[in-house]
Structure formats: C-alpha cells, structure tokens
C-alpha cells in the first residue's frame, strides 16, 4: 500500500508544475485527498483538499485561484494543478488519503513528498 507524489521540480516564478499522486495496493475511490506542503523551518500547512466524489474542493487562501486539485480514479491518480507559482510556495508537497474531506482530520496514507522549488 503507497502513495507516491510526483512532479516537483525547479521552476520560475510565474510557472507552472502539475503534482501527481498515484496510488497502489488500494483503491482511491472511497478516499478523499489532501495535499499539504512544509516549507523549511515552518510547520505543515494543508493547501488543497478534493473529497471521495470530486465534488467538493478546498483550498488554501494563499492558492486559491492559483492552484486546482483533480483526480482521476481510473487511473488511481490525484492532482495539483500549480500555476502562477511564487517563490513561497517553495515546499515539499505531500498527498494524503483518507477517509473524510478537510484540513485538520486524519489521513490514512501519506505519499513521500515531491520538492517543489519556486526561483524569483
């Protein structure tokens, strides 16, 4: 059972990047996804959650209309869309999984982290 998160990278500010979360040994299906990040020397702030169905989303305040999760339960696979990327947003992003929609509940599965890095 793993959660693997992908798609970090170096970018410009002003880019864009698309994170992956891709699941194995369990289905995503009945799960809720969470995306979360932890920059250096600061503690672990959700960014974007998208329930089970799809149909509900939230976002950070600071990536609102900025970044947009997705998932594709077909191919076991949630995302983060990020565009317009500031050199704050500069963290290592991880996807959780986990049974109820929201910020501060528990997440059964946790991906590795992928390292996104914002230059100015």
């Given at each position: 059972?793993?959660?693997?998160?992908s798609?970090?990278?170096?970018?410009?500010?002003?880019?864009?990047?698309?994170?992956?979360c891709?699941?194995?040994?369990?289905?995503?299906?009945y799960?809720?996804?969470?995306?979360f990040?932890?920059?250096?020397?600061?503690?672990?702030?959700?960014?974007?959650?998208?329930?089970?169905?799809?149909?509900?989303?939230y976002?950070a305040?600071?990536?609102?209309?900025?970044?947009?999760?997705?998932?594709?339960?077909?191919?076991?696979?949630?995302?983060l869309?990020?565009?317009?990327?500031?050199p704050?947003?500069?963290?290592?992003?991880?996807?959780?999984?986990?049974?109820l929609?929201?910020?501060?509940?528990?997440?059964?599965?946790?991906?590795?982290?992928?390292?996104?890095?914002?230059?100015s």
């Amino acid at each position: 059972v793993q959660l693997q998160a992908s798609g970090g990278g170096l970018v410009q500010a002003g880019g864009s990047l698309r994170l992956s979360c891709a699941a194995s040994g369990f289905t995503l299906d009945y799960y809720a996804i969470g995306w979360f990040r932890q920059a250096p020397g600061k503690k672990r702030e959700g960014v974007s959650v998208i329930s089970s169905s799809g149909g509900t989303t939230y976002y950070a305040d600071s990536v609102k209309g900025r970044f947009t999760v997705s998932r594709d339960d077909a191919k076991n696979t949630a995302y983060l869309q990020m565009n317009s990327l500031k050199p704050e947003d500069t963290a290592v992003y991880y996807c959780a999984a986990g049974p109820l929609a929201g910020w501060d509940v528990e997440y059964d599965y946790w991906g590795q982290g992928t390292l996104v890095t914002v230059s100015s």
